[in-house]
């Protein structure tokens, strides 16, 4: 007679796969349990929506999945599901993330923890679907936080932090992950994709609490305020953004408790650092360059070493300090522009000369403005950023307090 043996249930393990930065999000979505997914088509954030329509079409991930009419539709669709309790996803591109720019502003505004992914790239005219930063830097100053990711993994990563932050009742504003153009969100790397059951134990369940939307819990939305509460609204959004800084840094905390990653800081990472003298600091894709350049300086006996910014908003600005005025010279790479800014710097230069001020010990800082459009940042122009930094930290008045723009034709 034969006996049935059921076979015992397999306990599920995290697996490694081979993802682009896009594929590592829709990963991501489907382990956060979004409820619902606005998009529409636009280089090169538009491979989430394609991995994600992918997961769905295999029966991996339920998700309201709706592709609207264009991008401002898009962030609209999610600005009102997110304001009646559902977990939300959304993403776009250069002119793209400009279009949708009254929705973009009015979700910070209404305190609205959507998050989001800018594919980064150039902004149009002229056309160019490479890496350049604007995009994302457009919100700056409007109450979205700006994580940058370097890898596929970091991607995954970032983005299930930022469900864990944005949700947090302390922060509840929106949340934009930059994802370099090309370099990120095209590149497949292995990613270990965590299983779901860790996720849920690091990732509590969306609730808006009395700030729900709902027939029975009457409130208002988006109300006409003037001057009479302008101002007091513009100050709870400041004190939300600096609250979020104690909300990452919890949540690094308990994701690196059960995961197993994210580094030392929430904010930074460094790379051969511990006895160097000058360093270049810049944010995502950049790094891996870099690293490369910082190896062969190494063999040539410089003390050089890389601060890679993982969160622009809020900006890190202890975290900055502790770290720079550490070196004799730092070289701020930016893969943007800010035309008649202070120096003529870009975005990240400035921010940085602005948190170190204040110090009375603080390093020379030289900007460095490079890889625009999706250019690749070629080791003859890190031996031109180490060179000029170099000559900054001995003094040289003639690359000091100034920007450069590195690796353009004559």
Known sequence: MAVEVKAKPTAEVETEQLLTGCEAIAEAIRLADVDVMAAYPIRPYDGVMQAAAKLIANGRMDVEYIVADGEHSQFEIVKHASAVGSRVFVGSSGVGWFYAFEAIAVTAGLRLPVVAICGNRALDDPG?????????????????????????????????MAWRVAEDKRVSLPIAIGLDGA???????????????????????????????????????APQVDQDWLMEIRRQNDAAMRKALGVITEAHADFKRIFGRGGDDPFLDEYMTDDAEIVFFGQGTLALPMKVAIRRLRKQGHKVGLVRLKWFRPFPTEATVRSLTRFKAVGVIDRDYSFGSPFYGGVLYNEVRSALYSQAKRPTVVGFIAGLGGREIEQPMAQEIFDKTMAAGRGDLSVGDQCHWVGVRD
């Open 183 to 221: 370099f990120l969100t095209h590149s497949q790397q292995l990613v270990k994709v965590p299983t779901q059951a860790a996720v849920h134990a690091f990732l509590p369940k969306y609730d808006l609490g009395d700030r729900l939307l709902h027939p029975d819990n009457p409130i208002t939305i």
């Open 128 to 160: 160019a679907f490479g890496t350049e930063h604007n995009d994302s830097l457009a919100v700056r100053d409007l109450g979205w936080l700006l994580p940058w990711a370097e890898t596929a993994q970091e991607s995954l990563d970032l983005a299930l």
